[in-house]
């Protein structure tokens, strides 16, 4: 659910500015550079920072539901934002969220594989489930953008929606803090 919520984002953001933010179509391609740049620039340092924090704390639950919450608030800056800076700030935001969740949800998939010995095969699972929403995005999308009346915004907070739907999926995971 987190990966199809960063899924809506990149596959519709360019329609996202045009629609909702109102941006010259010579305009966009910069704007998702700066947009992807703000972005990256969080999930290093989030990333580095979550980290070490969860090791240090041995903790990971709730430094995936805390990021996939946060990514989906992110969402929700997005979808409500009126001009570029507030799809700026939601962006540096969802890299908080990102950059935590990336690097702490594989050391907790590593915590909870059930069977060492078969550990390829698990982790090729978790490929499927990093890919998989790429392919279903687009097609969810149209019938999302159709039942919002085309907005962009509703699309986004659906996103939001399944980013937090995400974090409350972690909350059964047992064997790992």
């Known amino acids: 659910m987190f990966v199809l919520a960063y899924a809506f984002l990149t596959t519709y953001q360019a329609y996202y500015l045009l629609d909702r933010i109102g941006s010259a179509e010579a305009d966009v391609p910069r704007q998702i550079f700066l947009g992807t740049l703000a972005q990256s620039v969080v999930v290093v340092a989030a990333s580095l920072i979550g980290g070490k924090l969860s090791d240090r704390t041995g903790r990971r639950k709730i430094f995936v539901l805390t990021a996939a919450v946060v990514y989906g608030l992110a969402m929700f800056v997005i979808a409500i934002a009126s001009d570029f800076n507030g799809f700026l700030v939601g962006m540096a935001v969802g890299g908080l969220g990102f950059g935590v969740y990336t690097a702490v949800d594989l050391a907790l998939v590593a915590d909870v594989l059930p069977d060492s010995d078969n550990a390829a095969k ?56």
Do not use: E, H, M, Q
């Open 122 to 177: 698990d982790l090729g699972v978790l490929n499927i489930a990093g890919a998989l929403p790429f392919s279903v995005a687009p097609g969810i999308a149209p019938a999302v953008l159709a039942i919002g009346g085309g907005s962009y915004g509703v699309l986004y907070a659906v996103a939001g929606v399944c980013a937090i739907i995400g974090a409350v999926a972690i909350l059964p995971v047992k064997g790992v803090r």
